[in-house]
């Protein structure tokens, strides 16, 4: 059983507000993705897919000779992450069999340490649904609604002992994720698509240090992260 990783890299990170897709956003010298491409080319991994989308023209102008053969650009994002992944599955459903394992993981998160990715492959094959990196819910949870005069008031607290946060790499088996997308529209990660199917995917513990960069204020975090363990 082959292991292939695919990162989804067709957003337009509308959150962060550059005005530019985030995935090429400079870190530390490289762009976005870079780190992300880089964090995933170790030896158990065969082969790195990236899904950009379909009109990109950032990826052919950038540097990505130090990945050599492993690196392969898909060019067909779609609209929502859960397209794009999908659409990446069936773009490389001749080279890779249903029973091997894919990790799919967002361009979005450069930071992710060595470590965490070990454990997860460690822990997830030797599962039989799959497993994705995760973190206990550090702070206390409130639900909120509105009152009579549109004032955002806690509604209850959550008991936050089972909370988790999901991050990626998320570790499945290509063909039944493939199939747990194909049913499923409104996914915003692979495991709630693999949940929707009634499986329950493996909670792998995580680091802080993967942080999504979703907000202005996570770029600073992400380069002094880079900064340290370059
Ligand atoms: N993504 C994708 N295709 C989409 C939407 C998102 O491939 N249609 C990718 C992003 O490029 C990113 C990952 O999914 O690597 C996680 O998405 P997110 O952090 O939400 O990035 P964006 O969608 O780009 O940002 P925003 O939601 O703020 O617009
Ligand atoms: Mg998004």
């Known amino acids: 059983m082959a292991t292939f990783a695919l990162i989804p890299a067709a957003g337009s990170g509308t959150r962060l507000a550059g005005g530019a897709p985030k995935q090429y956003l400079p870190l530390a010298g490289q762009p976005m993705l870079w780190h992300a491409v880089r964090a995933l080319c170790v030896p158990q991994v065969a082969a790195v897919f990236v899904v950009l989308a379909a009109h990109d023209e950032q990826f052919a102008r950038q540097d990505w000779e130090a990945f050599g053969a492993k690196l392969h650009p898909l060019y067909c994002g779609g609209e929502t992450r859960r397209d794009s992944v999908f659409n990446g599955l069936v773009a490389v459903r001749d080279s ?115 942080l999504k960069v979703t907000y202005p204020e996570d770029v600073a975090i992400a380069e002094a992260i880079l900064a340290r363990t370059l």
């Open 96 to 210: 890779v069999n249903a029973d091997d394992w894919v990790l799919v993981h967002d361009a979005a998160r450069p930071c992710l340490p060595r470590a965490d990715l070990r454990r997860l492959m460690d822990e997830g094959a030797a599962d039989s649904v799959g497993a994705i990196l995760a973190l206990p819910v550090a702070d206390t949870v409130k639900t909120a609604g509105k009152d009579e005069a549109g004032v955002q008031r806690i509604a209850a607290t959550q008991e936050r002992s089972q909370l988790w946060l999901a991050q990626t790499p998320q570790m499945f088996r290509a063909g039944l994720l493939t199939q747990a997308l194909s049913r499923c529209a409104g996914a915003t990660d692979d495991a709630a698509a693999i949940e929707q199917m009634g499986l329950k995917p493996r909670l792998v513990l995580g680091s802080r240090q993967n």
